[in-house]
């Protein structure tokens, strides 16, 4: 939509522009024409530039997005482990009855190189676990709440494998999940490899899921070949979900089922891949696709203005 709002805007400008090179022939544009679009023998010109001018307009302003501004970003721009000032780890075995274990500051599992946060998964002992990853968050140390979150990533792929891009409220340590509210803004389990999912759970939505739609999904041909943008745009009443800009689902607010909703509050970012667990190991792990490195080239939080 806003496409077609912007085409029909440029149109209308040229044709406005062409129409007033007529009307005033004698500053030159327009010479051939001299003497036939005088104002007194042509008055209806005038009506027609007017409405023009008023419907491009409207269009301009019926197809602007609202306007953001940048106000944080992690472009992994020097190499070594990743900043302590934006990102901690979770270490050990968490949730989900996964396989790996995640480990903290150990650049085997998580590195900045070549411009990329790289997670990397390793089928090796370690810990009483048969495999290795890692988890940054940003807990603790940056939080976001209404605004565009948005990443840049080339996610990893094969069975067993479960990369994620996701949010939970800094409350987490008092209030511990669901509570807290959660938004899944990219999942994506290996055995289907060219589906995107965007999730979001509350108390609502874990204890009684039947009343609102709490997830979407998206079908991408090979996400794991490129990079891609996975975002978030949050506001008061609702998530709008999006790949590299195209929405493809809403979660909105309801008043009438409070506890659908716990996003009047700040959130944190976690950067993970899964091994196996209870979503992506339903058909078990392929040991053959290891090490499995999943690259995050930036994450930016802009605000509206």
């Known amino acids: 939509m806003r496409a077609d709002f912007e085409r029909d805007r440029i149109f209308l400008k040229?044709?406005?522009?062409?129409?007033?090179?007529?009307?005033?022939?004698?500053?030159?544009?327009?010479?051939?024409?001299?003497?036939?679009?005088?104002?007194?023998?042509?008055?209806?010109?005038?009506?027609?530039?007017?409405?023009?001018?008023?419907?491009?307009?409207?269009?301009?302003?019926?197809?602007?997005?609202?306007?953001?501004?940048?106000?944080?970003?992690?472009?992994?721009?020097?190499d070594g482990l990743p900043d302590p000032a934006n990102w901690g780890y979770e270490a050990g075995r968490i949730r989900n009855q996964e396989a790996q274990v995640y480990t903290a500051g150990r650049p085997e599992n998580a590195r900045v190189e070549g411009g990329c946060l790289v997670i990397e998964s390793r089928k090796e002992a370690y810990a009483g676990a048969a495999y290795t990853s890692a988890s940054v968050n940003t807990l603790g140390r940056r939080e976001f709440s209404y605004g565009r979150i948005e990443v840049r990533a080339k996610i990893p792929t094969g069975v067993g494998s479960w990369p994620a891009i996701w949010m939970m409220g800094t409350d987490i340590t008092s209030g511990g999940w669901p509570e807290c509210g959660e938004i899944d803004i990219m999942e994506n389990v290996g055995y289907q490899p060219d589906t995107i999912y965007a999730t979001v759970h509350t108390p609502g939505s874990v204890h009684d899921p039947g009343r609102v739609i709490k997830g979407g999904q998206i079908s991408v041909s090979a996400p794991y070949a490129d990079f891609h943008v996975y975002a978030v745009e949050w506001r008061s009443d609702r998530l709008d979900f999006f790949v590299d800009d195209h929405k493809y689902f809403t979660y909105s607010k309801d008043s009438r089922y409070p506890d659908y909703w716990r996003f009047a509050k700040p959130f944190y970012i976690l950067l993970n891949t899964a091994i196996g667990g209870t979503w992506g190991g339903e058909q078990g792990i392929d040991d053959s696709i290891f090490p499995l490195k999943y690259s995050i080239d930036y994450v930016r939080y802009y605000q509206w203005e």
Do not use: D
Request: glycine fraction near 10%; aromatic fraction near 6%.
């Open 14 to 78: 040229k044709l406005v522009a062409s129409a007033t090179g007529l009307w005033n022939h004698g500053e030159g544009e327009h010479p051939h024409m001299a003497g036939h679009f005088r104002g007194s023998r042509h008055p209806g010109i005038l009506s027609v530039l007017v409405v023009l001018a008023v419907h491009a307009a409207a269009c301009a302003t019926a197809g602007s997005p609202p306007k953001m501004k940048l106000v944080w970003s992690e472009e992994f721009n020097i």
